[in-house]
């Protein structure tokens, strides 16, 4: 909606799912966690400008981004961040998944997490689209991390332009770095590209899930 346009807003899959995040506390021995997935047009290189914002974060990327370590990794991480090609599966919402080192990483396998990440940036093409399953319920990545405890996903509802998604990344983890909660966080770096067309349409692909 227009009148939302210079607003932060987060949306949530239902009220319960808000309630869980909302109450949700990051954990205390948490840590940063960067995975970059193959095939990017960057070529994950922008990770190294995601790093610098972080103290002693755990980056990811090439033949290490493997499905399991890439679990491993973010697993009770207080941030994550995945930059990775997106398959939203439109006939069975758990098989959308993310394109990692030795193939896709589905709704399934995020369900294994002992403790999803806090808060989680899904720098991936469609990977912030659900699907409905009965009356009351959407299923996908972002439903999935939402109902097991995450507070807050940022993901595109789009295909997006993987050059023009670094700017917005390096802005949003930047405000993220300074304090910024991830609604804020997503709503200054938009405002950073509002002079670019490509950089504001690929911005406002980006929705905040959760609380």
């Known amino acids: 909606l227009p ?9 949530s899959p239902s009220s319960q799912a808000w309630r869980r995040a909302d109450a949700t506390r990051p954990p205390r021995d ?33 033949p290490d981004a493997t499905a399991e370590r890439v679990l491993a990794t973010i697993d009770r991480a207080t941030l994550a961040h995945i930059a990775a090609h997106g398959t939203f599966r439109s006939d069975n919402p758990q098989f959308s998944s993310l394109r990692l080192a030795d193939g896709p990483l ?4 995020l369900e294994r997490l002992h403790r999803p990440p806090h808060r989680i940036v ?8 659900m699907a409905p399953a009965g009356a009351d319920e ?6 999935c991390l939402v109902s097991l405890g995450t507070t807050g996903v940022l993901a ?3 295909p997006v332009n993987d050059a023009a998604t670094v700017g917005f990344m390096v802005a949003v983890h930047a405000g993220l770095a300074g304090g910024l909660g991830l609604v804020e966080a997503a709503r200054q770096a938009r405002e950073k590209h509002a002079d670019d067309a490509l950089a504001r349409a690929t911005a406002a692909s980006f929705l905040v899930f959760g609380a």
């Not at 589905?106 to 396998?109: G, N, Q, S």
């Not at 899904?122 to 689209?129: E, I, K, T």
């Open 138 to 143: 959407l299923l996908g990545l972002v439903t």
């Open 156 to 158: 595109p509802i789009s």
């Open 3 to 11: 009148g939302l346009a210079d607003l932060g807003v987060s949306v």
């Open 30 to 62: 948490g840590h940063v966690a960067l995975v970059s997935g193959p095939g990017l047009a960057t070529g994950g290189g922008e990770l190294g400008a995601l790093a610098a914002a972080h103290k002693d974060p755990t980056v990811l990327t090439g």
């Open 106 to 109: 589905t709704v399934f396998d």
């Open 122 to 129: 899904l720098a991936s093409c469609d990977s912030g689209v």
